[in-house]
């Protein structure tokens, strides 16, 4: 168990619906990643969070938005999902920015 | 910019079998780290190992060895006497320590298959 959690586990929604994913960090880490692995894309990187404030972005759609609540736990929010955003989301945190990252078990989304 | 390249796409060894698994990076930054993770079956990403640049000093846990050479920008993963529960994917992954402290995301590579079969 890496002490990240995320919920829920499976997802699965319409297009051009909303979701939102829920990331807990393990205790103590103020840094949260969201990362995206689909199978043609491998894993890319959305967006980071550091005690609150945004970090650094990747590759993240406009879409998609992000943010970390001021008790660490951060959401991402999917709008206007397509068939293309079936992925499987990863959140991770970390202690600082160059250790590792501890990965939560995904949610896997599926839009039909 | 950062950059992993895991040429190796899918491996199929017979259980007890020896297995390397390739690893190049690329980075301009003088100080990085790199790690290698595993993806089961069941999806979730388990952290293996953490490297920093300035300790080239080979590792070994268990059956797991990494061999990080700087002269070839390549951080090599051996799995000795292979057993079929290491059947996974293996990802590489590249952070750069910038000068101001901060560093960059996490980058990984392609991932690698293995298959090892009773």
């Known amino acids: 168990d890496s002490g990240v959690t995320q919920t829920p586990k499976h997802l699965i929604t319409a297009t051009g619906q909303r979701v939102t994913l829920r990331c807990s960090p393990r205790s103590g880490d103020l840094s949260v990643y969201w990362y995206q692995q689909s199978l043609d894309q491998g894993l890319q990187f959305l967006i980071q969070y550091y005690n609150g404030e945004e970090r650094a972005k990747g590759n993240i759609l406009e879409r998609f938005s992000a943010q970390q609540f001021p008790d660490l736990h951060s959401e991402l929010n999917l709008s206007s999902l397509e068939l293309g955003d079936s992925a499987l989301y990863f959140c991770?945190?970390?202690?600082?920015?160059?250790?590792?990252?501890?990965f939560g078990q995904g949610t896997r989304l599926t839009v039909v | 910019a950062q950059k992993v390249t895991q040429a190796q796409t899918e491996i199929s060894v017979v259980e007890k079998e020896d297995v390397t698994l390739d690893c190049v990076y690329e980075t301009r930054d003088t100080t990085y780290y790199l790690f290698w993770y595993k993806q089961p079956p069941s999806g979730e990403l388990v952290f293996l190992i953490r490297r920093n640049s300035f300790d080239e000093q080979n590792e070994i846990s268990g059956r797991y060895s990494w061999n990080f050479q700087k002269s070839t920008s390549s951080f090599n993963f051996t799995i000795t006497a292979s057993q079929v529960v290491d059947s996974a994917v293996y990802f590489c992954?590249?952070?750069?320590?910038?000068?101001?402290?901060?560093?960059?995301?996490?980058?990984f590579g392609s991932g690698t298959q293995l298959t090892v079969l009773p």
């Open positions: 992954a590249l952070r750069a320590r910038l000068s101001s402290g901060s560093a960059r995301q996490l980058t």
């Open positions: 991770a945190s970390s202690e600082q920015g160059n250790t590792e990252a501890f």
